[in-house]
């Protein structure tokens, strides 16, 4: 009987409390032959208590195969107001050794980059996230999937 209780109810209740404060998470997937430049990657979420604050986080996922130690991306933000705020970005995809910065098993490597903490949505409504990679080579060779994780801050 503890079995059934502990299968049944304990183990749903720590997986689902883990994500209890993310609000969205998403990931697009690049195709194998390379991610290129005019190929946009768009998230859409809605936030309806624009009263909280979020923390926003570029997820990546490279392979083995990626040539470079770092990623530039060009990352827009819309409000519903159709305002567009955006910027440009640099995260380290391996150390100075050769050795990939992102956790991961069978040639794919994931990390989750912090982009903006102690966000304030100021309207309520859809937003949209546009993600590009900013990088020389066309198409880039990889990346397997970029992705943006959406969670309120706890107060």
Known sequence: M???FFFFFLIPTLFFSCKSNS???DYRAIKASGWEQDSVAVFKFDVEKNYLNYS???NVRNRGDYQFSNLW???DITSPGNVTVSDTIEY????PDGRWTGKGT???FSNQFLFRDNV???IPGSYTVSIRHAMRPNPL???SDIGICVKRKQP
């Open 2 to 4: 503890k079995r059934l």
């Open 23 to 25: 609000l969205y998470e």
């Open 56 to 58: 926003l986080s570029i």
């Open 73 to 75: 991306l060009f990352v």
């Open 92 to 95: 380290q995809l391996s150390y």
């Open 106 to 108: 069978g040639g794919i």
């Open 120 to 122: 304030f949505f100021p």
């Open 141 to 143: 060779v990889g990346i």
